[in-house]
């Protein structure tokens, strides 16, 4: 394969992999409009997950383990900002501080774990294709797999009684506080699905990149959130499918950009930065659009005050 | 249908702003009835919507409602037989989802998972099109491209949709312009009469108050003053009720928005 072509595949595969986690995302921040900074600490506690299960020769087994934990995460979460009075913000925080504990706990006290002799999702479909002319793409559609498992799941369960009412929680507490649907329960429901899928993301990177440790999730919540916000970008207003679809291509433009840039030497290091960049101005834009007819009005003020009187 | 008994609500007790909103207040709304609410600002005409409704629970007092004790429920398991419009046309309804999905919402048939029919969307065009305001061909829009006057009345039914046990509209015409408040009032009325809802109605509007409905309570500083339905209400009219306030609160009524009817 040509460097160009396997540069792309690679950016395809990190970028696919991340799309979960931004999908994640486009549940809890697009529809449930809750900033779920617990998004770091749960991709890692994916990673450390399936690489546990995944060593103790549960391949298969590691990818359902990491989504369970991750479900466990967000309930964690969704119980500290709903029956405990803690700001919502704040049980992110606090329940990402303290996975950093469970993470390295899961990982036998070690901040590093070593995938290169486990069977992993990954070996497992390389030797089922070994003889077939997909075996190139091995990783590919084993990602692609769960990518279309979590568009087509949120699609369709965004479409039932149960998804409008986690879209109207989010879109207007007011009305659904005052309608019969309790929504301790919707958002309990949703952060264990979004984190579920954020677990999987992190469950998958580490057994692609083979190994996991502790700091495999810094800053994903803010590379996810430029993803999502690019993706708005191609699929705005369109319906709910088309969106998510467009918080997928949103990882992969973000990670093709990304791959270009350190082409062109950008250092590795500074891919936190860009995305941090992304997520100010892609916020940024659209506030600033919305205040440029008051700055428009009080440059006319100001212009018009020698005419005072005439209107 | 619903009954109050003896219900006070004090806010912000023990502090200097300390103030009785509801004070021992009873009330016995019987079914069918359409009673209208008046009085000046402050008087606990939202406070009642807002203690019917579980907003906050009552300091002490009960409240029924056809036959059940929910004094204590928590608002969203009463919220089902209890429909609620505000002031504020935004509250209702879900700016960022399509009528058929606010709509969807309301109608709640099916499981959780559960996804609306072709049977539900008919029936839902037809809802809207007894509106008359040509949403039945907008269902896909959000609503938040609604106008103020066109989101109430999309509210209104959402609320009635599965008829509740009481309807409670909290001055739900007063941010509308005078046209569009005919509009909703008129909608407002052939809902009440077509679903034989009970219904109460807080108004600044005392025209309306006489208008509308079978029996007109009229309340001030969290207590219901003055209560009054058949014979002697329809002889009554505006600069009646106006005295009589001012008979029993000692003080004139002194809205401007009251006495202009806006």
Redesign the interface.
């Known amino acids: 394969m040509s460097p160009i072509l396997s540069l792309i595949q690679t950016a395809l595969e990190l970028g696919l992999i991340s799309s979960l986690t931004v999908l994640a995302l486009f549940l809890s921040y697009s529809m449930l409009n809750i900033c779920d900074l617990s998004t770091d600490g749960c991709f890692t506690l994916g990673a450390c997950v399936g690489s546990v299960v995944a060593l103790s020769g549960h391949p298969l087994l590691a990818v359902p383990a990491a989504m369970l934990a991750g479900m466990l995460s967000g309930l964690t979460t969704a119980v500290l900002q709903t029956r405990m009075g803690i700001d919502s913000l704040l049980s992110g925080i606090i329940v990402n501080t303290g996975l950093y504990s469970v993470n390295i706990a899961i990982m036998g006290g070690s901040s590093i774990l070593n995938l290169n002799k486990a069977a992993t999702v990954f070996t497992l479909s390389k030797e089922m294709l070994s003889d077939t002319p997909l075996k190139g793409a091995h990783r590919l559609l084993v990602i692609i797999l769960a990518v279309s498992f979590v568009v087509i799941f949120l699609s369709l369960f965004l ?4 998804g ?2 986690l ?2 929680t989010g ?2 507490p ?10 301790v329960m919707i958002i309990t429901v949703g952060l264990c699905i979004s984190n579920s899928f954020t677990a999987l993301s992190g469950a998958l990177l580490a057994a692609m990149q083979k190994s996991a440790n502790i700091d495999i999730g810094s800053g994903m919540l803010t590379v996810a959130l430029a993803s999502l916000l690019i993706g708005r970008a191609f699929m705005g ?1 369109g319906k709910i499918p088309l969106r998510a679809i467009g918080a997928v291509m949103g990882a992969f433009v973000f990670r093709l950009v990304y791959t270009i840039a350190l082409r062109f030497n950008m250092p590795t290091f500074m891919l936190k930065l860009v995305s941090s960049v992304i997520v100010i101005f892609a916020i940024f834009i659209p506030y600033m659009k919305s205040r440029v007819p008051i700055h428009r009005r009080k440059a006319q003020h100001a212009s018009g005050k020698g005419e005072e009187g005439h209107a | 249908m619903l009954r109050l008994e003896n219900v006070t609500k004090t806010f912000n007790i023990g502090s200097a702003s300390a103030k009785k909103a509801l004070d021992d207040i009873s009330l016995h709304v019987r079914k069918g009835d359409f009673v209208t609410i008046i009085g000046s600002n402050g008087a606990g005409k939202s406070t009642l919507f807002g203690a019917i409704c579980g907003d906050f629970f009552t300091d002490c007092g009960s409240i029924f409602l056809d036959g059940e004790d929910i004094t204590m429920l928590e608002e969203y398991r009463r919220a089902h037989n209890i429909g609620r419009l505000f002031q504020d046309p935004m509250r209702g309804t879900a700016p960022g989802m399509t009528i058929e999905e606010n709509l969807a919402l309301a109608a709640g048939r099916g499981g959780w998972l559960s996804t609306v029919t072709k049977a539900e969307k008919a029936a839902f065009r037809e809802k809207l099109s007894l509106l008359g305001m040509g949403l039945e061909d907008m269902m896909e829009q959000q609503v938040g491209l609604l106008s103020g006057g066109q989101r109430q009345a999309l509210t209104l039914l959402m609320a009635t949709f599965n008829p509740p046990k009481i309807l409670l509209l909290d001055e739900h015409t007063a941010a509308l312009d005078p046209a569009t408040a005919d509009t909703v009032i008129k909608i407002t009325n052939d809902m009440v009469t077509e679903n034989s809802l009970t219904c109460l109605m807080v108004t600044h509007n005392m025209q309306s108050a006489l208008e509308m409905g079978n029996r007109t309570i009229m309340m001030d500083r969290g207590k219901i003053i003055f209560d009054t339905c058949g014979e002697e209400r329809s002889h009554l009219t505006v600069s009646d009720l106006t005295e009589r306030f001012s008979d029993i609160a000692g003080r004139a009524l002194a809205t401007d928005r009251m006495l202009l009817g806006l």
């Open positions: 479409k039932t009684r149960f409008l009412a879209r109207a879109n207007n007011d009305m659904v506080r005052s309608s019969s649907i309790n929504t207003r």
